[in-house]
């Protein structure tokens, strides 16, 4: 009989909203842990970093031997493509 009852519960989300406390998850526990002794600094706001010249000729110098690869490829399977037997 207990199976019979286990198969037939079912979870009800709406039941779990309306509950009045919520556990906090297991990072949050160790977190407020970790920082009841030991509180964390202030951190600033971190902005994007600064891209250097060198990156954003790097990306170009990739993006040019991904699409001459492609490029590569199409001839190569035209030539496949027109070669007489």
């Given at each position: 009989?207990?199976?019979?009852?286990?198969?037939?519960?079912?979870?009800?989300?709406k039941?779990?909203?309306?509950?009045?406390?919520?556990?906090?998850?297991?990072?949050?526990?160790?977190?407020?842990?970790?920082?009841?002794?030991?509180?964390?600094?202030?951190?600033?706001?971190?902005?994007?970093?600064?891209?250097?010249?060198s990156?954003?000729?790097?990306?170009?110098?990739?993006?040019?031997?991904?699409?001459?690869?492609?490029?590569?490829?199409?001839?190569?399977?035209?030539?496949?493509?027109?070669?007489?037997?």
């Amino acid at each position: 009989m207990p199976e019979r009852d286990d198969e037939e519960r079912e979870f009800d989300i709406k039941w779990a909203d309306r509950a009045e406390r919520k556990e906090p998850s297991a990072r949050a526990r160790m977190l407020a842990a970790r920082w009841k002794d030991n509180p964390p600094g202030p951190v600033p706001f971190r902005g994007e970093p600064e891209r250097r010249a060198s990156r954003s000729s790097s990306s170009w110098v990739s993006t040019a031997v991904v699409l001459g690869c492609v490029a590569a490829v199409i001839v190569f399977l035209g030539y496949i493509n027109f070669r007489p037997y």
